[in-house]
């Protein structure tokens, strides 16, 4: 697979994002590669892949919560500019792959380490096969959750490593933190059956306007209107159990950071109201105790969805990446 290198043009703006998205964007999702794969407890997930020219080296890029790899458009095309091969692929329980329960818009996981799991799989029954030199793994919010957890479980699978404001932590005000867990775990005692945690409901289209998850209208109103074009895509709230369960592997995450023996570039939005900015300090912190590296940048002014926010955040944190994956 080796190439000879290439000169390509800077990353997708926002001034030309219609323009680019009908026809650059939409030219390479028609070469797009789509399978399925069986994860853990025969659950079926879909895969995508984009290998439109040669490449040694392949990003692996793996979403969040309530997200699908058809949202991540834009990304695999500036990844795929800069000579990379993307694969991605979508959790159990969200996007195109089998859904958990009846309420198919309910986020929900019996147990946060069958995402883990299922990384693996992808990684040795699709990726590793195709013999590229690099494997480079980008993990945002859960996606950045479950990378961690795979960087200290498999510590040979990948390269090198991104992480998007990884959910090392849920997001909670102050005043509610002391009480906060020990309601959702009582709830998890006395109701078994699954269920929205509070506060939690099924999807619907929140207004940019007090969104928390980005300051690119542009950006923000693309996926809101592939989801009205896909409704089979979306997901609603979380369920009491799927936070439980990501509490605990949160928790696992920072506490076993020092076994990661690779280089780590740890991205934070400095307005990210969705995940704990503290508990990923923690994490920076615990793996630079061990053999690894982590290399901590806060994109100042960003929300929690980096990957998607205005031009001047956006182009900060794929230039970041893009060199430590360089």
Not at 105 to 132: A, S
Not at 168 to 196: D, M, N, S
């Amino acid at each position: 697979m080796t190439c000879q290198p290439s000169t390509f043009p800077s990353f997708s703006q926002e001034e030309h994002f219609t323009d680019t998205m009908t026809s650059a964007v939409s030219e390479m999702w028609q070469q797009r590669h789509e399978g399925k794969f069986t994860g853990v407890k025969q659950c079926e997930l879909g895969w995508v892949s984009l290998t439109p020219k040669c490449s040694d080296k392949v990003i692996i890029v793996v979403n969040g919560r309530v997200e699908t790899y058809w949202k991540y458009q834009e990304l695999f095309y500036d990844l795929v500019k800069q000579g990379y091969h993307v694969y991605s692929f979508d959790h159990r329980g969200q996007g195109v792959s089998e859904r958990l329960v009846a309420d198919h818009e309910l986020g929900y996981v019996e147990d946060f380490d069958d995402y883990v799991e299922d990384l693996h799989l992808f990684m040795q029954n699709i990726v590793k096969p195709q013999g590229y030199k690099q494997h480079f793994i980008l993990g945002h919010s859960m996606g950045g959750a479950i990378t961690s957890l795979a960087l200290a479980r498999y510590p040979t699978l990948f390269d090198r490593a991104v992480l998007s404001a990884p959910m090392h932590g849920i997001y909670v005000k102050p005043h509610l933190k002391p009480f906060a867990e020990a309601l959702i775990g009582i709830t998890e005692l006395f109701r078994r059956q699954p269920h929205y945690a509070i506060g939690q409901k099924p999807y619907y289209a929140k207004p940019f306007d007090g969104n928390l998850l980005t300051h690119s209208q542009t950006r923000y109103q693309w996926f809101r209107d592939l989801y009205d074009v896909r409704p089979e895509l979306r997901i609603g709230g979380a369920s009491n159990h799927w936070v439980w369960e990501s509490i605990k592997a949160a928790r696992r995450a920072i506490q076993q950071a020092n076994t990661i023996t690779i280089p780590v570039l740890l991205l934070q939005g400095s307005e990210d109201k969705i995940v704990d900015n503290a508990c990923q300090q923690q994490f920076h912190q615990q793996l630079n105790q061990g053999s690894g590296h982590c290399d901590f940048k806060i994109i100042e002014g960003s929300r929690h969805e980096i990957l998607f926010e205005s031009d001047p955040l956006r182009n900060q944190a794929i230039a970041a990446l893009l060199t430590h994956f360089a």
